[in-house]
């Protein structure tokens, strides 16, 4: 089951058992378009919410992908790597970017839930 | 009275004098060869056994074949000299001809860095009146010449501020550069190796300074700032930036990108900036963009001074000279480059400046500043301006006025090809949504453009009447159509290959 959160950032972060699946939302991916290029942080490293670890590059600019919580990578989508495309096809779902062994499951209470966001996007839109 | 048959085929699939171009591995083979050559004697080889063991496969054409295939190559090129270029924050002016005049004099071209300076004194006065006029513009008391582009100037830059900051005693941790700056600017703070924390813009398109002041703490070793914005917007507070700046004890770098626009207006010395390159190949009017080579020159404040770097132009009883070692005492960052920089730029930027003397430059800024806001106003009721005018040197519009049309900003783009317009900058900068930045520059008479300004009307009617097709599928009349960005950035080809036989 777990818990599926948002951040402002356009990410969405589902949780479960002390463990956050990251990936981009569907907004974002269409603003964005096509995706070219996904680079995805070292597996083990220790990041800080807000730290800068991943990069999302698609035919119009490159963006920065924040943690949206603190902890350690535990797993990466490597299958982004050779297709980048998933991000487009499957954003919330095959599309996920890195798992993160949360530090402080508090954290997760700063996030939107689903209405927060999509009022949020709403509004960038 | 004849009539043009639009729809005639050809058997050489060429266009009149425009000619189907194949690349020129099709257009020759390994085969042959359009140069003899006597089979070389036996000898050797001396390559430790890492002699090519493949033929390397380069078409063999002869000259007048080769000379042709590159010459309809460059006929398709766009350039400054075949029309209107106006590609936002890169300052595609037109490069005069008496500077190509100046810097083919032979005495200036037929020498080299390494000559003694009693023979080069001439190179050596270009070189320190350069600096001189540089001074002046910029207000700023040392002038480096040797970077040799504008994110070499940054670079150059950022090495003294760390320089100036270790001989504190702190190098400090991280650089702050705003939302609506260059991309090269967090580039250049990753190089130096300082991390990179954004400020936001606020809704007039300028820094937030409330956000800058909240984020300018201890570990702050300098703002990146470029001003005029990427907005094509005057930082009005800049001032309080500075002192804010400085209070912290960081450093106020200026990416002088945008300098096409307060030139002769404003002295970024006068306005706190610490450091700020100039782009000669853009101001200055040297040619850029494939076209040329470029030139950063960086201006640095009194604070900075002992920190630049090496060589310098110096003058001992009349006579110059480079300064090629550091002097005791001050802590120069070294060499940025094997020699002095760009002489060809220098000569060509010189001729710039001393042809249109202090009254011009100032004049150059004003034309450039007031032809971007005659682009905005003529086009800002049918399309959307992304900030109340006037604007400096660059007119900044978004995509809301196609929202939900099925046309983006992209789609716009390639559509002003077929108008016969290099596109101006799109999706950048990213602060607002489907950018389009049209920097016009001084270059332009205003009936060049008014038919700027006709044709993107024209586009924008198109648009709102739902002719999508048009554009979605354009440009239709340039030599090859829409290409598949997409697919040439997921599965790049990067190299030739023979296709498969049979």
Known sequence: MGMIKFSEDHEWIHSEDGIATVGITDFAQKALGDVVFVELP?????????????????VK?????????????????????????????????????????????GELEDLLDEDAYDAFAKDQA | MTHKRKDLQ??????????????????GTAETTGVDFSEPEPFEAEL??????????????????????????????????????????????????????????????????????????????????????????????????????????????????????????????????????????????????????????????????????????????????????????????????????????????C?????????????????????????LHKTFSTPHGGGGPGSGPVAFSKALMPFIPLPNVISINGRFALQELGVEGEQSIGRMAAFHGQMGMFLRALSYMMSHGADGLRQVSEDAVLSANYILESLKDVMTASYEGPCMHEALFDDRFMKDSGVTTLDLAKALIDEGFHPMTVYFPLVVHGAMLIEPTETESKASLDVFIGSMRSLAESIASGDVERFTSSPHLAPVGRLDETTAARNPILRWRAREQG
Not at chain 2, 10 to 27: M, V
Not at chain 2, 255 to 279: S, W
Request: hydrophobic share 45%.
């Open chain 2, 10 to 27: 050809t058997a050489t699939g060429h266009r009149a004098l425009d000619h189907k171009e194949p690349l020129i591995f099709e257009l």
């Open chain 2, 48 to 253: 430790g056994g890492l002699e090519r063991s493949e033929a390397m496969g380069l078409a063999g054409l002869s000259e007048p074949e080769t000379v042709r295939h590159f010459t309809r190559l460059s006929r398709k090129n766009y350039a400054i000299d075949m029309g209107f270029f106006p590609l936002g924050s890169c300052t595609m002016k037109h490069n005069p001809r008496l500077n190509e005049k100046i810097a083919r004099i032979a005495g200036l071209t037929d020498v080299h860095p390494l000559q003694p300076f009693s023979t080069i004194q001439g190179s050596l006065k270009v070189m320190a009146e350069v600096a001189r006029w540089l001074g002046v513009l910029t207000g700023m008391p040392a002038i480096a010449l040797s970077p040799k582009a504008g994110a070499h100037g940054e670079l150059c830059g950022l090495m003294a501020i760390r320089a100036a900051l270790e001989d504190a005693g702190d190098a400090r941790t991280t650089v702050l550069v705003p939302e609506s700056a260059h991309g090269t600017n967090p580039a250049t703070a990753a190089l130096c190796g300082y991390g990179v924390k954004t400020i936001p813009a606020n809704d007039h398109g300028r820094v937030d300074v409330a956000a800058l002041a909240e984020a300018l703490k201890e570990n702050i070793a300098a703002l990146m700032l470029t001003n005029p914005n990427t907005c094509g917007l005057f930082e009005n507070d800049i001032l309080k930036i500075a002192e804010m700046v400085h209070d912290a004890g960081a450093y106020f770098y």
């Open chain 1, 61 to 105: 600019a490159a963006s920065e992908v924040y943690a949206p919580v603190s902890g350690e990578i535990v797993a990466v989508n490597s299958a982004l790597e050779d297709d980048p495309a998933l991000v487009n096809r499957s954003p919330q779902d095959d599309g996920w970017f890195f798992k993160i062994k949360l530090a402080d499951e």
């Open chain 2, 255 to 279: 990416d002088g990108a945008n300098f096409n626009a307060i030139m002769g207006r404003v002295r970024p010395g006068d306005l706190g900036i610490d450091a700020m390159h100039l782009n």
């Open chain 1, 42 to 58: 070292e597996l083990g490293a220790n990041v800080a919410k807000g730290d800068d670890i991943a990069v999302v590059e698609s």
